[in-house]
């Protein structure tokens, strides 16, 4: 007898019970992640309020945090939660945010990569946003302190600790210095 695995969908996803986990959905594959560390979350924290900060002031659309569920593909559904994350406020119908998950590819997505995070887990994530239409995908990597820009072209590229990403049009205007980010500035 071949036993089969259920395939769950993004509804289903919603209506898992809060049992202090964190879960991608990927083609139909509950995957669990564990909770973010300090430096993780602080990183995290630290670029969304400066994002946040620019979007708002010059009404560019919506800044999302962490455990914001986008429905990149569906049948089988895959659900992904970036780190953080922008869209762009035209593709928000009446600049308001759907109550479940967001049913297309976030603008922009922020992955910090964790030490429990594979390269192929890495890899597979920047894969599903571009496929689904996101226009820029950045991760960030505390241990080497490197952040690479990932764009649908298969252009990457990397910056290191003393240079400054640039979100180009995607979220124009938006600079951020990764000697800030990475908590150099007052090391100098």
Do not use: N, W
């Given at each position: 007898m071949v036993q089969q695995k259920t395939r769950l969908t993004a509804d289903d996803l919603l209506k898992?019970?809060?049992?202090?986990?964190?879960?991608d959905l990927v083609e139909g594959e509950l995957r669990r992640k564990a909770p973010a560390g300090g430096e993780h979350g602080?990183?995290?924290a630290d670029f969304c309020a400066d994002l946040i900060s620019q979007v708002r002031e010059h009404r560019l659309g919506r800044v999302f945090a962490?455990?914001?569920?986008?429905?990149l593909h569906a049948d089988p559904d895959t659900?992904?939660?970036?780190?953080v994350s922008f869209v762009?406020?035209?593709?928000l119908a009446g600049g308001k945010a759907p109550v479940g998950f967001l049913p297309f590819a976030p603008d922009l997505a922020v992955e910090v990569?964790?030490?429990?995070d594979t390269?192929?887990?890495?890899?597979?994530?920047?894969?599903?946003y571009l496929e689904a239409g996101t226009r820029m995908v950045v991760t960030v990597y505390p241990r080497i302190k490197t952040l690479a820009v990932h764009?649908?072209?298969?252009?990457?590229?990397?910056?290191?600790?003393?240079?400054t990403f640039d979100a180009g049009d995607v979220v124009p205007g938006f600079r951020y210095s990764l000697a800030d980010l990475f908590g150099l500035a007052e090391e100098a």
């Open positions: 898992l019970p809060d049992d202090d986990h964190r879960y602080g990183l995290a962490a455990e914001t569920g986008f429905r659900v992904r939660a970036p780190d762009r406020r035209e593709r990569v964790c030490p429990a390269a192929e887990e890495v890899q597979e994530k920047i894969r599903d764009l649908p072209s298969g252009e990457i590229r990397t910056l290191g600790a003393a240079d």
